[in-house]
């Protein structure tokens, strides 16, 4: 099981980033995927998940109306897209499933909000 998240860098406050989750080892569609971020000093906290199936998604209170996940289980990719970002979204990134009770994390992708 490998999950390998990308697509971060630096951005202007305002600006959109879309992060890729590519995973592979497993069936995509048939795990909820869930993406977290932690930020210098603080604890990883969750950001959005979407579930498996039908995809039923989530977002964290902070997030809800600018970001948007979504999954192409023909690419095996999970998406987060990311707008009007503002510094505080500044964090490495991480994507995570859970199969059979264990956790697998990508690797983290840094994304920095910074005029």
């Known amino acids: 099981v490998q999950l390998q998240a990308s697509g971060g860098g630096l951005v202007q406050p305002g600006g959109s980033l879309r992060l890729s989750c590519a995973t592979s080892?497993?069936?995509?569609?048939?795990?909820?995927i869930g993406w977290f971020r932690q930020a210098p000093g603080k604890e990883r906290e969750p950001v959005s998940c979407?579930?498996?199936?039908?995809?039923?998604?989530n977002y964290a209170d902070s997030v809800k109306g600018r970001f948007s996940i979504s999954r192409d289980n023909a690419k095996s990719t999970v998406y987060l897209q990311m707008n009007s970002l503002k510094p505080e979204d500044t964090a490495v990134y991480y994507c995570?499933?859970?199969?059979?009770?264990?956790?697998?994390w990508g690797q983290g992708t840094q994304v920095t909000v910074s005029s």
């Open positions: 995570n499933a859970v199969l059979d009770r264990i956790d697998y």
């Open positions: 979407i579930g498996a199936g039908d995809g039923t998604t």
């Open positions: 080892g497993f069936t995509l569609d048939y795990y909820a």
